[in-house]
T-cell receptor, first 115, second 114 residues
């Protein structure tokens, strides 16, 4: 069974440009999460989808970030326009249900560098 | 708001030595507690979790952790470290009814000397 896959693994862009990160969750997982780790700091929650609906987007930093999950399958996270402080590693995770199994399956992350 | 503290940013141990990684949390109720590991080039993998019951929990790869309510701690241990354990380790806390929304610590980078 394929795990959570993220693309690209690394993206380097100029300040002011746009970047779109993609996450493919494990097949059949209704719950999809985005987290971010800024260098040297903790991994922080960004948002949570249940199927195609945003369940919780309390961690989204500002309106330059737009997350979508069309059809309840893969998700994209767009940053437009990117700022220097957006640099970090963006993790996607998925889980099968909301019950507290704690079993979040994480992807390898997409490293974003904004110059 | 809940928080997680991992006081050790880097730890170096010799292969075969015992290991203890510290984790303290701040949360008003009994939390759900987790340890994740990220090996180079891989995603975060769940090592173990604590929800309730026995305060000593066993995980994968020979790791265990003990929940101590009085100390608000959930330290990770391994009796004998292998070189393949070199990785970054993250402690995390989940909220009751939080739907798998986790609060992570800053991580501890483990180096294993041969």
């Amino acid at each position: 069974e394929a795990g959570v896959t993220q693309f690209p693994s690394h993206s380097v862009i100029e300040k002011g440009q746009t970047v779109t990160l993609r996450c493919d969750p494990i097949s059949g997982h209704d719950n999809l999460y985005w987290y971010r780790r800024v260098m040297g700091k903790e991994i922080k929650f960004l948002l949570h989808f249940v199927k195609e609906s945003k369940q919780d987007e309390s961690g989204m930093p500002n309106n330059r970030f737009l997350a979508e999950r069309t059809g309840g399958t893969y998700s994209t996270l767009k940053v437009q326009p990117a700022e220097l402080e957006d640099s970090g590693v963006y993790f996607c995770a998925s889980s099968q249900d909301l019950g507290y199994t704690g079993e979040l399956f994480f992807g390898e992350g997409s490293r974003l560098t904004v110059l | 708001a809940q928080s997680v503290t991992q006081p050790d940013i880097h730890i170096t141990v010799s292969e075969g030595a015992s290991l203890e990684l510290r984790c303290n949390y701040s949360y008003g109720a009994t939390p759900y507690l987790f340890w994740y590991v990220q090996s180079p080039g891989q995603g975060l993998q769940l090592l173990l979790k604590y929800f309730s019951g026995d305060t000593l929990v066993q995980g994968i790869k020979g790791f265990e952790a003990e929940f101590k309510r009085s100390q608000s701690s959930f330290n990770l241990r391994k009796p004998s470290v292998h070189w393949s354990d070199a990785a970054e380790y993250f402690c995390a806390v989940g909220l009751t009814g939080g739907g798998n929304k986790l609060t992570f610590g800053t991580g501890t980078q483990l180096k294993v000397e041969l």
